[in-house]
């Protein structure tokens, strides 16, 4: 079993992380630097953190995108599933007919309804205020946008949710962290698998553990250290769904963590799969 921390700043920079690996060499810098005014760095900083900005704007549209994706395909479905059903009861002229296709449409009816309601949940906080949060509703919600495909996928999603104490989080950032998680999950595990869920109270230290584990293909240990890494992914680009493949997906989770003052853990075996361990402090 592999295991890593992952304590690597939020959006971090390639050149960022080659400075922070090379940290005794670039504390030192040559002596013919020393005479550089001091606006030279206070404009270096200004411009990383433009570039972070932007950065986060690019990962904020890379999420919209996701989502649109999925909420597009779902909403798809429920109108063909509405559009059939409402012809069969125009054909069928028996009441059994009929209350059977009255039925169909009231469920994708109230389906619709449900997924849109969550969607505008993701919607809120947009200013990333914090506030005492319940872990497990954001998560039930995030799985109701995610149902469908993880049914055309073949996936059984398994969920253990302990009772435990509320959060100081932004509820629509931890539904951003669940969507980039399973979505990752099930493109690690392709056809046929399962995904574990599961939010418990480590007394021990306090916190929330908030666990997403998978059957998938699991990651290499010479790339555990990157896979926070903006713009670092292995996958060709984004897969019939519309998602993945940005390389932004896991580094805006690094960064809503980071936000939340969480840690995460990774452990990961090759052919057997991947789980995210996420420790959120309890509110106080």
């Known amino acids: 079993m592999l295991e890593m921390r992952a304590n690597l700043p939020p959006y971090s920079t390639g050149s960022q992380l080659a400075a922070s690996t090379n940290a005794v060499a670039d504390s030192n810098p040559p002596a013919l630097h020393a005479h550089e005014p001091d ?52 054909r069928n002229k028996d009441d059994a007919s009929r209350e059977k296709a009255f039925t169909r449409i009231l469920d994708a009816a109230n389906r619709g309804a449900k997924i849109t309601s969550t969607v505008l949940g993701l919607a809120r906080n947009r200013s990333g205020d914090m506030e005492p ?51 990752n999950a099930r493109q690690a595990i392709g056809e046929t698998g399962t995904i574990r869920i599961k939010v418990a109270l480590e007394a021990s230290s ?16 010479a790339l555990l250290p990157k896979i926070f890494e903006p713009f670092f992914t292995t996958k060709s680009g984004p897969d019939e769904s519309g998602k993945g493949g940005t390389g932004l997906g896991l580094s805006a989770c690094k960064e809503i963590i980071d936000q939340h003052h969480g840690r995460i853990r990774v452990e990961s075996t090759v052919g057997k799969g991947t789980a995210f361990i996420i420790r959120f402090p309890v509110l106080q």
């Open 206 to 221: 306090n916190m929330v553990v908030l666990t997403v584990r998978d059957t998938g293909a699991g990651i290499d240990e």
């Open 39 to 90: 606006r030279d760095a206070n404009t270096n900083e200004v411009t990383v953190a433009r570039l972070q900005a932007r950065l986060v704007q690019v990962e904020r549209l890379a999420a919209v995108g996701e989502l649109t994706s999925t909420t597009t395909h779902e909403f798809n479905n429920l109108l063909m599933t509405i559009l059939n059903y409402a012809k069969m009861g125009l």
């Open 133 to 183: 949060t319940p872990l497990v509703p954001l998560i039930q919600d995030t799985l109701v946008l995610l149902e469908r495909e993880m049914q055309k996928y073949r996936i059984a999603v398994e969920t253990q949710f302990d009772e435990v104490p509320n959060v100081m989080a932004a509820g629509n950032q931890i539904q951003r962290l669940m969507l980039n998680l399973l979505t």
